[in-house]
DNA sequence: CCTCCATCGTTGACAACCTCCACGATACCG
DNA sequence: CGGTATCGTGGAGGTTGTCAACGATGGAGG
């Protein structure tokens, strides 16, 4: 036999992840508007920094967990900003491989210390291993989804 | 003397708050669209159930960490369904208390049941005592910033 | 080889959301 | 009484989310 106490909104666990989150990203597009990135730009900078052979734009979607038609207008973006490049892949003339400029890989560089320190703040009151518990929640709950 | 290494974005706390975040929403929201809502509405919903006195919309957007002008909409859809109120506060003129209908209240127990189980697919890896310690993190980092 | 079907990127449309600014009404303080 | 602050509201402009299509390419099977 279950109880089932009316939980205060306080304590849902979707609600509390959606405000952090939008806590989270206020700051962090505040730290990166000095460098003309936003967010979601940044993101995709960085999966196409790290990735040296280069990343499809499906799996940029799929990793961010976005729809594939907004990867379009945040490439497109970051490619007129000269961050980044499509290129054609031999293998598969369907896919075009987004590989990090140099120019890119400098940015994000400088752009990465900027988000890092904005977010200090927000997570203040955590110590690191508790940062790391939380990575691994975090990662969990993605993961179960698929 | 700090080691800099780039940190991969998986590893990156907002990057997984804000997906993690968007997975929730996502299925809170499908849950929730066969009652007519949408998460933010059965949020503002819920927080009016919970005030016996109701609740100015200011202080709506200070809880949800949303634009004072945003509660206006909220509270508009809410009102035009019957399941909140608007109510002239006797002592300040200005605030109008929301309060929720009876038929409110029904509303937003019935959807409980379907936005918890929507829940339990993205929590499924979670056991109660790290969700306990999930909400705790959240919640610090949402002081944080006061 | 040819046909059917899946996948990738792209576009467009539309709703939802966020941010900021400004206004009228009301409250509070001196 | 006058200046200042707060509450709700409205509007503009940009960003994000969702969904349905389309052309181009790839792959499997006859």
């Not at 279950?2 to 405000?19: C, I, K, N, T, Y």
């Amino acid at each position: 036999m279950e109880v089932h106490m009316s939980q205060p909104l306080a304590d849902d666990l979707g609600f509390l992840l959606s405000r952090a989150s939008g806590q989270v990203v206020r700051a962090t597009n505040s730290a990166l508007a000095g460098h003309g990135l936003r967010v979601r730009q940044y993101s995709v900078l960085t999966l196409a920094c790290q990735a040296a052979e280069g990343i499809s734009q499906r799996e940029l979607a799929s990793v961010l967990g976005l729809d594939p038609s907004q990867v379009v207008l945040l490439v497109d973006e970051l490619t007129a900003a000269g961050l980044v490049e499509r290129q054609a892949q031999e293998a598969d003339r369907r896919t075009r491989l987004v590989v990090a400029t140099p120019e890119g890989h400098r940015v994000r560089e400088t752009a990465r210390e900027d988000a890092d320190a904005a977010m200090e703040t927000p997570l203040s009151l955590l110590g690191e291993a508790e940062r790391e518990r939380l990575r691994d929640m975090l990662t969990r709950i993605w993961t179960a989804t698929g």
